[in-house]
């Protein structure tokens, strides 16, 4: 049947497939998902009309409207540019007064790297009297991105690009990378079969033919390797919540949510021991009656970049910064300039650790179609930004490519793309070396603060003492006692720890003489006074109320500083066959009541933590028996068993 394109939906918003497509042999399953194609085409949701022109097309390869469809809605995925060029050459063979066909077909040839084809068609389309007036605004600036594709195409880059692997993306999209400096945490988004709530519509009830909303998934690194991602419950809802940036020291990711309300502010969550919190959103000047959607944070924590459509820019999206305030709140919002922004989109801010190398994703400038990533260097002088600098080819391509973020140690970026030949959708990919020109230089801290051999939060401050001026405080995490600092090259630097009443630990680190990335561990313990076993001998005035107590006394006089892997002491004030509900409501203030499995049928009930000394429990079991416990001791436990005391003395455990 003859192809009657001049009564697409979208100029006319008629229904009569039959004056497009010959469907009265159809099932009436393929006319309703024709119809339902139609629609979500018209409302803009290609990406689910997509499947629909393409499985219809499939069982009607004949039919040169379906072709034309699949070909034009194919142009939005980039792992189906090549089925797009070949349907809409194809189809343009037959029919060259379709509508805006040579539009199309230019931006075919331009994402499958026909320059010359693709500059053709578009003077074709540009000089054609049929063009749809709002076609032909966009031909400039597609022949600026044909004809950049074209120099930059031509002049490849070293930089290797390898997909994240199976672990990490899957058949569904992944996008939106974000990393803490030291690459131990990966958080990013995901639109899938497990997005909370399913399939909804827009009004967020489930449907069937409705889409997966965003949701925002993490992974850690365990032997090198990530583990399976899994979705924060404390941060996705039913709409979309995506991950946009994460603070170098993992600590505060930030979220972007969209209530419908304010058309897309955001958000900040803080790592509290193993778990977010529920995301609260940001306090201050940033955020506005505007699009606020992806944002990065310097690793003082003092100046947010994020992305706004507010009013008064350089058009579209523009890239600003804002600074904390001494009330928390973030204000003296400043537009970066015309170095970085321009008439068009520009969005995905990144500043590097190091605070001075931004990557950021543009439409403008000399990009090759889309968004394209660049890289802009600060003057330290003044906070300006030298004019930004396409990152080329392969990292950039005729496509948008956008979200990208590079490690500390300057290595490897991060960034998200639909390339052909991935997991699934859009997938995470890894860019080899990740930056352009002179590497960043920065010197990594980490480590863990224990107190006796256990995680603690402590508190960290680090000085700037080249400048006299505070540049970090903050907080190791409560179950794992790790702790990052990213400290930017050209100064020197004393890292105070505090925890509770013990002694401040110093450390200092010069890095104003480092041209390239530092990496040092530096593990914090803390060590509470150990009992010294003449103090003990000749001071101690307990008496013993047991054979037991007074087994523990004679230990902890001859032993009590000595500790060994594998070995702890516990105080034991209860031991049941058959388990009690015992109150212990005399000893509150003296630690947690537990229970000791030691695997031989007997429940034991202890009270105050783990020690790794018997001088240190012997002390917490004299406070716990004036408490009102007459008959407590202390139990030593050595790989996971009960033991005598006299048998470390034969292990040689217990020895001077």
Sequence with gaps: MKLKLTILLLLTGIFCFSQITNVRKWRKGEQDSMQNALLLYEDGKVN???????????????????????????????????????????????????????????????????????????????????????????????????????????????????????????????????????????????????????????????????????????????????????????????????????????????????????????YVSYLNGNQWTVPMKLRGQVNSFSWEGSCSLTADGRTLYFASERGGGYGGRDIYKATLQADSTWGNIVNLGDSINTSLDDDAPFIHPDGLTLFYSSKGKNSMGDYDVFQSTMNPLDSTFKNATNLGYPINTPDGDRYYVLAANGKTGYYSSGKKGGQGLNDIYLVDPGYIGKKPSLYLVKGKITLDGQPVEATYTVDMTSKSRRFIEARSNVKTGNYVATLPAGATYKITYTYKEFAPIILDIDASAITDYTEKIFNIEFNPPKPDSATIAAKDGFVPKSVLQEKTKKYASKYGDIYADSLEFKVQIAAYKIPKNYKYNHLKGLGKVEKLLLGDGVTRITIGGIFKTIGGAYEHNKKVIAAGQPDAFVTAIYKGKRIYLEELEKLGIFKK
């Excluded at 629909?52 to 070909?71: I, V």
Aim: aromatic share 12%; no cysteine; hydrophobic share 30%.
């Design 48 to 266: 689910l009309a997509l499947p629909m022109f393409e499985k219809l097309y499939k069982s009607h390869p004949d039919e040169e409207y379906l072709k034309f469809m699949y070909g034009r809605t194919s142009l939005t995925r980039s792992d189906k540019h090549e089925v797009a060029l070949q349907m809409l050459t194809e189809v343009y063979d037959k029919n060259k007064k379709a509508i805006d066909i040579e539009y199309d077909l230019a931006r075919a040839n331009h994402y499958n790297y026909n320059f010359d084809a693709a500059l053709e068609f578009a003077d074709k389309s540009f000089n054609n009297k049929r063009t749809t007036p709002s076609i032909k605004e966009k031909i400039p600036q597609l022949r600026k991105y044909i004809i950049n594709a074209k120099e930059l195409y031509s002049k490849p880059t070293n930089a290797k690009i390898t997909n994240a692997g199976p672990i990490v993306n899957s058949r569904y999209d992944e996008y939106v990378p974000v990393i803490s400096a030291d690459e131990s945490l990966l958080i990013f988004t995901y639109v899938g079969i497990e997005s909370t709530g399913g399939r909804q519509n827009g009004f967020l009830q489930e449907d069937d033919q409705g889409m997966y909303y965003e949701d925002v998934f993490q992974t850690s690194k365990v032997n090198d390797e990530w583990v399976h991602p899994s979705g924060i419950k404390t941060i996705n809802t039913n709409s979309h919540d995506a991950a946009i940036a994460l603070s170098p020291d993992g600590l505060q990711l930030f979220t972007y949510n969209d209530n419908g309300d304010d058309h897309g502010d955001i």
